[in-house]
Every structure is written in structure tokens, then in C-alpha cells.
């Protein structure tokens, strides 16, 4: 990112606190406006600190599109409802290649999956096309199965509705990103069993259960194969989950690059429901 | 994209190719594993997994704890599989052979080099790593993988013997 354009984007969230995380000194006014970064972020250490609160907004600093990431954080928190409706303007500066693809059964996989295809290509990377593609299986997922489960168990709708895959390049970083009109993720919960597979493994964790459905890691691998996860939910109308990939990278720079972390809950207005 | 297991028997071993997708549609017959000694999963064809199909993947193998299984070329998302979820790889699996991922700084190239038990690796723990692995500019290509953590299998395997 260009200078001016970086002193023209800082100045429009002048009200955002953009704060270095160094232990145990966190200067911040409102945790809702704050964005933590690092570059000395341990591993499991930004899922640690999402699982103890205040913050829902971690970044490397470290990642080669710091800049880049700080700016979609800051557009995310600045207007939530906006990133809801049309997540591309926040991920992206400009337009990227993108397609969007709606579905509500899950016989309309592979349809989607050889539409992705081409996007999955775009990493130039087997290894990052193979996460992206790890990603789609598990967003997919959720959306035709557990959301609607979810739901249920929270009074919330109980139809069959239509969820979206919007899949986008640009020459920086490839998202894949999924919203359904159920709103019936529990943030703290999924943040909790991401900390806690991170840090312990998968054995007290994984749901063997014969209820159909997620194993309960699904989670650990979206964290575990993007650079960055950012979810909106808001409750009973839409839940969003975005991951974000390198391109033309390899695993070790993949894991060299540290993860960025954003969650927030966005207020119901009965909005997108029905879709 | 719908997983596909193309199942061959011999004797009392079963050599099942999958294919496809591990996913929610997987759909796994114990009856198919009932009076087979050995079971071989060859995994060159798998193009995808999630949680839901790991899942179904365990518990399907779980009901035979002494049926020997035996693992075969391993891509990548299946090696992080056995080394991150317990059960993924049954306690009485042996992983016979896996794909490693190498690539190439100068020219962006990636391979995948299979590693065979007995040749690159072996029951002990111990790796034995090529060293000729080159690009199409014949300049030597690197592991793409994090040591300490793709081949802990082999070492957890030596650990648990």
C-alpha cells in the first residue's frame, strides 16, 4: 500500500485504537474499536487471548500484508452491517476476480466444488490450493448441516434456507467466504474449542457421537489452514466466516506468515432472514 | 465431490482405493471390513477431507481394534490428519508409504517425493531423507513441510512400540 493511500485510510478511523500487544500492557479506551497486532504473537497465543476477552481483533504484524489486513479489520469493526452485505468491499482494496455461488442442499457440492476449482488454482501452490479447498468442505458443511442443526437447538428457524460461497483472488491473497441466513454460530464457543484443540489436540475434543454433523474440529482446521479467519454472526439472521489464503506460497512460508483473528457479534434487525 | 472406494480382496487382506472426498457423504459399511486380517487404504487419489468425514472415518474403524490397516501414499492432507487427530490412524495402523512436499525458491516448483517404509524411513523412528530432490533448473529442491511436526507419526509410532 502506497503512503498516501495509508495515511488517507489511518486518518478515516482515526477513532479506532491500533494497539501494539505487549503482556500485560494493553492501553485501550473501548475493546470493540480496538485492533491488537504483533509480531511476537506465540503459537495458540492470539486464541488464548480472543478466549479471555475483551478482544475480538488480533493481527500479525508480522504478515507481509499487514497493512492490507489492518485496513479490512478496520473496515470490518467501521461498518459491520456493510462487511455483511457485501464482504468483498472490506477484503478487498479493489474489485477482485470473485464468484458467488448460492446452495441449500448438500447435493450441490461438486457443482460448486468445479466452479471453485479455477480459484483454488489461482494460489499457484498444490498446498495452498489444498487448504483452500479443506476450507470450502468445512464452510460448506456448516452451512448445510450444522447451522440449520444449531438453529434448531436455539428456537431460532427451523426451514431449509439458502446460503452463499463467494470465492475471490487478487495478486495478494485468495478468501473464501460463506454466509448463511441461520445466524446461529456461537462465537465464544467455537473460539474456545479452537484454543483448546490448538493447545491440547483433538482427543477430548472431537465429537464421535452419532449425531450427524461436525466432528467439533472443524474450526481447528479452518484456523489451522488459512492466514485468517474473520466471523460476523448476527444471531437468527446471518453467520459469516471468511478465511484468507497466500498465493504463490509455500508451507513454510504459509506458516511463517502468523494468524490474523477477527470476531464480532452484530446486533439482529431482521435483515437478511429468509433469504 | 462424492468419495469412491474401489475395494479388491485377496485372502484375507482388503485393498480399498479411495477416492474423491473423506466428507459428510461418506458412506462406510462395517460389513465390507467383517473377516478381512488386513485392511490397505491406498490415499493417492483423495482430493479433499473435513471434519465430518475424519469423524465418520474413526468411528468406522474403531469397531475392528485388531484388524491390522495399513496406509498408503498419504498426500499431505492425510499425514496432517494422522498427526493431529487421535484415532485418525487406528493403533494397530502402519503407514507403508506418504507423499512429502518439496519446492523450489528459484522457481516456484513444488513435488511430491514418496516416502516408503523401509526405504526413507523405518519402524525405529528413524528418517533417512534424499538428498537429490531438484527442480527443472536441476538446482535442489527443499522439504515444504514443518519436520518436527509432519514426521512425528514415525516417531510416535516408535514411542508407542
Not at chain 1, 3 to 10: Q, V
Request: proline residues 5%.
Amino acid at each position: 500500500m502506497s503512503a498516501p493511500k495509508l495515511f488517507e485510510f489511518m486518518d478515516s478511523f482515526s477513532s479506532f485504537d491500533v494497539t501494539e500487544y505487549r503482556q500485560g500492557k494493553i492501553i485501550y479506551s473501548d475493546p470493540e474499536k480496538t485492533v491488537l497486532h504483533s509480531s511476537q504473537w506465540a503459537e495458540g497465543q492470539i486464541l488464548e487471548l480472543a478466549t479471555r476477552g475483551p478482544f475480538n481483533t488480533f493481527l500479525n504484524s508480522n504478515n507481509r500484508n499487514f497493512l492490507e489486513e489492518l485496513l479490512v479489520a478496520l473496515k470490518v469493526k467501521s461498518d459491520p452491517e456493510g462487511f455483511l452485505a457485501n464482504p468483498l468491499l472490506a477484503l478487498y482494496e479493489e474489485k477482485p476476480k470473485s464468484v458467488n455461488l448460492t446452495f441449500s442442499l448438500a447435493k450441490e457440492k461438486d457443482l460448486i466444488l468445479n466452479k471453485l476449482e479455477p480459484f483454488f488454482a489461482a494460489a499457484e501452490s498444490a498446498t495452498i490450493s489444498d487448504h483452500m479447498r479443506i476450507a470450502f468442505e468445512e464452510l460448506f458443511m456448516n452451512a448445510v448441516y450444522d447451522a440449520p442443526q444449531e438453529a434448531i437447538k436455539m428456537g431460532l428457524e427451523k426451514s431449509t434456507k439458502t446460503s452463499e460461497i463467494i470465492a475471490a483472488y487478487d495478486q495478494h491473497k485468495a478468501t473464501i467466504t460463506c454466509i448463511d441466513a441461520y445466524g446461529s454460530l456461537h462465537i465464544p464457543k467455537i473460539i474456545q474449542r479452537m484454543r483448546d484443540i490448538e493447545l491440547s489436540g483433538t482427543k477430548n475434543i472431537i465429537n464421535l457421537g452419532d449425531k450427524p454433523g461436525g466432528a467439533g474440529i472443524g474450526c481447528s482446521l479452518l484456523h489451522r489452514y488459512s492466514t485468517g479467519i474473520t466471523i460476523a454472526v448476527k444471531k437468527g439472521e446471518a453467520t459469516l466466516v471468511s478465511c484468507t489464503f497466500p498465493l504463490r506460497t509455500s508451507y513454510k512460508q504459509f506458516c511463517a506468515i502468523g494468524k490474523n483473528l477477527q470476531f464480532l457479534n452484530i446486533p439482529p434487525t431482521g435483515g437478511r432472514n429468509g433469504k | 465431490m462424492a468419495n469412491n472406494f474401489n475395494i479388491k480382496k485377496t485372502q484375507d487382506t482388503l485393498l480399498i482405493d479411495v477416492s474423491g472426498s473423506i466428507d459428510e457423504e461418506v458412506t462406510l459399511s462395517s460389513d465390507v471390513l467383517n473377516g478381512a486380517n488386513t485392511l490397505i487404504f491406498d490415499f493417492k487419489e483423495v482430493k479433499g477431507i473435513n471434519s465430518c468425514g475424519i469423524r465418520e472415518w474413526i468411528k468406522w474403524l474403531s469397531p475392528f481394534p485388531k484388524t491390522k490397516v495399513v496406509y498408503r501414499h498419504c498426500p499431505k492432507i492425510i499425514v496432517d490428519q494422522i498427526n493431529m487427530v487421535d484415532g485418525f490412524l487406528p493403533a494397530t495402523g502402519k503407514v507403508e508409504s506418504f507423499f512429502v512436499p518439496y519446492y523450489s525458491d528459484g522457481t516456484g516448483e513444488e513435488k511430491q517425493v514418496l516416502f516408503t517404509l523401509g526405504k526413507e524411513y523405518d519402524d525405529h523412528g528413524a528418517l533417512h531423507i534424499p538428498e537429490s530432490v531438484v527442480d527443472s533448473k536441476n538446482e535442489p529442491m527443499e522439504i515444504d513441510v514443518i519436520e518436527s511436526k509432519y514426521f512425528r507419526f514415525i516417531q510416535k509410532k516408535q514411542k508407542a512400540a
